[in-house]
Structure formats: structure tokens, C-alpha cells
């Protein structure tokens, strides 16, 4: 397997704007055609966007991009949210979108979700989920480096001093 480098100078998280909506969609459909696989549309995550909008969600959305020839890719959207729509849990979320082979999930686990992390952290998030994100050991090395722990498959749970929970 061939190693790519990842500049990381070239990784920029920034707030969702409207625009990013057509583009994320767009990359998902063509996802969908090439691989011919059922691909989650994050509908879920653009929901939470417009909640949000009516008031009903306070959040932190962050879309995450990779310069390549010159012109920002998207790869990436993420953030932080609570609200009624989620029930009274603060919880972080995170997907992405593989635009090219090159850019392996990794790129997200180590600068995304380090910066991911220590915002739900400080925001005391009690669950971070994972929507159509791999998970390797490295990735649970750095989740539970961060104090988290898989509960089910792409739900992770804070873990605390006093009730820690197992791996699942």
C-alpha cells in the first residue's frame, strides 16, 4: 500500500456555510454511483443544521477541507450539539466523505478528531458519534487517549473515573 504524506498546512477546519450542503451532497451521490454501495447522505447531520437555524439546536458545525492542485476539497464535516432534537445530551458528531483513495480516514482521526475530541471535551459532550467512519485500532487508541469509549458501532461514551465503561 502506497504511503501518501498528508501536509498538514493544507488541512482546514471551518465553519458549515450554506454552500457546503449541495457540494457535500453532490460528492455523496457520486460516491454512491462509483462504489454502488448504500452510502449514508448525512441527512441526519443536515437535519441537526437546520434545527439549529429554528432555534431548536445550539451547535458548532466545522467542515473539514484539504487543499489538492490548488482548490480546496471537501472531505469532511463535523461538531458539536445539544438540544431537544437530541434529547438533553451534549453530544459531538462527525462524518466524511472519501473523495479520493489518497485521502485515507487517518487524516480525520489525527487532526479532526483530536480537535473533535477536545472541544466535546470542554463543551463535557457526554457521546460522540461516528457517521461512516472506519474504526482501526489506532483509531481506538486515540479515542481512549481522549477518555472515550466504544459503546456499540460508531457510538462512543465518555468514559469517567468512577464508572468506566468496557469496551464493547
Known sequence: MTTI???????????LRDGD??????????LKRRRNKNINPIGE?????????QGELKGEFMVISYRLN?????????????GST???EKVAFITHVDVDRRFK???LARVTMERLFARAISFEASR???????VSDDAR???HSFGFTIDSAGEYSRMTSLQPRKTA
Request: with cysteine; net charge neutral; glycine share 6%.
Open 70 to 82: 490548488g482548490k480546496n476539497v471537501l472531505i469532511g464535516i463535523g461538531g458539536i450539539a445539544t
Open 45 to 53: 447531520l443536515f437535519s441537526w443544521q437546520e434545527a439549529e437555524h
Open 21 to 30: 450542503r449541495d457540494e457535500l451532497m453532490s460528492l455523496m451521490l457520486r
Open 141 to 143: 487508541t486515540l479515542y
Open 105 to 107: 480516514w487517518q487524516i
Open 86 to 88: 437530541l434529547t438533553e
Open 128 to 134: 460522540v458519534i461516528l457517521i461512516h467512519c472506519p
Open 5 to 15: 504524506h498528508i501536509n498538514l498546512k493544507h488541512v482546514t477546519i471551518r465553519p
